[in-house]
């Protein structure tokens, strides 16, 4: 019998979901596990201009004995699958996301002049989370970069932002290039077209990973990676993820790709969608680009100065170094902070008022599947950050309470050693 909280949890979810990926992307995109989705009967979904599975018309079904309409079906499995991150393992197919390599002798300096980053005290085989700031210090994207060598870094970015991401690229690397800095050689960059990049995530995917490589996985520790053979295959491995829970994101050549998803995705990990994936990087405290994140915010706004090195945020000759100096002398005029909301869930877009005056807005809220409380994030006015803060959110033309907490929302998982 399918319980009624959960239902309820589900449904809100879902609602949130449907509409965010729902996007008119024209012409779509399909990654190397397209058909690889329908086989498991995947519901598909425009996102970031690509056709990806919200959702899989399996996951469940054993869990699941009521007679209910269809949609209320999809809402269940939206829950069954993030619970099952939660508490065992799920596996994302996340190769819509750009992969690129940037290689040449001064590849860290160049990368240090995009984002904020101590790239250069970065370990090898070490990744951080960094922003590409605009020249006002607005983020263009988030990004996460491995250093494999201080000539050599593979960069992750999104999809949604592809073209301005690569324009931006193409550009800083034709004004670089040509600039002093190339004296001992231009840097270059390839971008690792149709490439598969699986996310397998929760408390148990390292033992699952562990049964198919003879490499010791204890020793790979969050933010680091490796290449690891696996069942013959010889894979660019990073510990990490977007779920809060310990994992992997797994990068694979074409050719590859579907017969290693077929490997990874064997009972009992579960095929995983963007609904779930949303639901669990929200109670992990991440940022959404387009939600949360945008060109007229700084990393500073958005909570993310510690990705802005020690020793360069005084004199640190990044892009956009400016504007972030400036937010982080005398404080932005905003700042991003989690709530939790009494009664309906605040979506995207809901306003935030203090008394009478509106002082911020919701970029992403959902009720947490994890919690069963309705959680949110949002920007407002600087001074109304504090932990405790009570504000209200106007959600379907009534003002509710909403309590600033602290973030992430659940507590996160990962293997430090």
């Not at 050599?152 to 949604?160: K, S």
């Not at 807005?361 to 949110?376: E, V």
Request: charged share 20%; with cysteine.
């Amino acid at each position: 019998m399918l319980l009624l909280r959960p239902t309820t949890i589900a449904r809100k979810t879902l609602r949130v979901s449907t509409r965010k990926f729902a996007t008119d992307a024209g012409q779509l995109r399909r990654t190397g596990l397209y058909d690889f989705h329908l086989e498991n009967k995947a519901k598909m979904v425009p996102f970031a201009g690509y056709s990806m599975p919200l959702s899989y018309g399996d996951v469940g079904q054993g869990k699941c004995r009521c007679f209910c309409p269809p949609q209320v079906f999809l809402i269940f499995i939206l829950v069954a699958s993030h619970n099952h991150v939660r508490t065992d393992a799920g596996l994302f197919d996340v190769g819509h996301m750009v992969q690129s390599n940037f290689r040449g002798s001064t590849a860290t300096q160049f990368l240090e002049w995009l984002t904020p980053s101590s790239l250069s005290s970065l370990k090898s085989y070490s990744s951080t989370l960094s922003v590409i700031l605009n020249e006002n210090g607005g983020i263009i994207d988030d990004t996460v970069i491995t250093k494999h060598a201080d000539d050599a870094f593979y960069v992750v970015t999104n999809a949604g932002r592809r073209d301005r991401d690569l324009a931006w690229f193409s550009q800083k690397l034709e004004q670089w290039n040509s600039s002093d800095h190339a004296k001992n050689g231009p840097v270059e960059m390839e971008v690792l077209e149709n490439w598969g990049l699986l996310a397998l995530q929760g408390p148990r995917a390292a033992s699952y990973l562990q049964a198919l490589t003879s490499f010791d996985l204890t020793k790979l520790t969050f933010g680091t990676s490796a290449f690891i053979p696996l069942e013959g295959f010889n894979l660019h491995v990073a510990r990490g993820g977007y779920t809060g829970e310990d994992g992997f994101e797994i990068s694979i050549p074409p050719s590859e790709t579907v017969e290693v998803a077929k490997i990874l995705s064997k009972y009992p990990v579960q095929l995983t969608g963007l609904g779930a994936r949303d639901s669990l990087r929200l109670e992990a405290g991440m940022c959404l680009y387009g939600n949360d994140l945008d060109e007229d915010t700084s990393p500073v706004e958005a909570g993310l100065s510690w990705v802005i090195g020690k020793e360069r945020k005084d004199n640190g000759q990044f892009i956009g170094a400016e504007g972030v100096r400036e937010h982080l002398k005398n404080g932005p005029p905003r700042r991003r902070v989690g709530f939790v909301v009494e009664g309906a869930p605040a979506r995207q877009g809901a306003k935030i008022f203090s008394k009478d005056e509106q002082i911020g807005i919701i970029t992403s809220g959902i009720p947490s599947p994890t919690l069963n409380k309705n959680i949110a994030m949002g920007f407002v006015k600087n001074g109304f950050h504090k932990k405790g803060t009570e504000l209200e959110v106007e959600v379907r033309n009534r003002k509710r309470q909403a309590v600033v907490t602290s973030m992430p929302f659940v507590k996160p998982n990962y293997w430090r050693g």
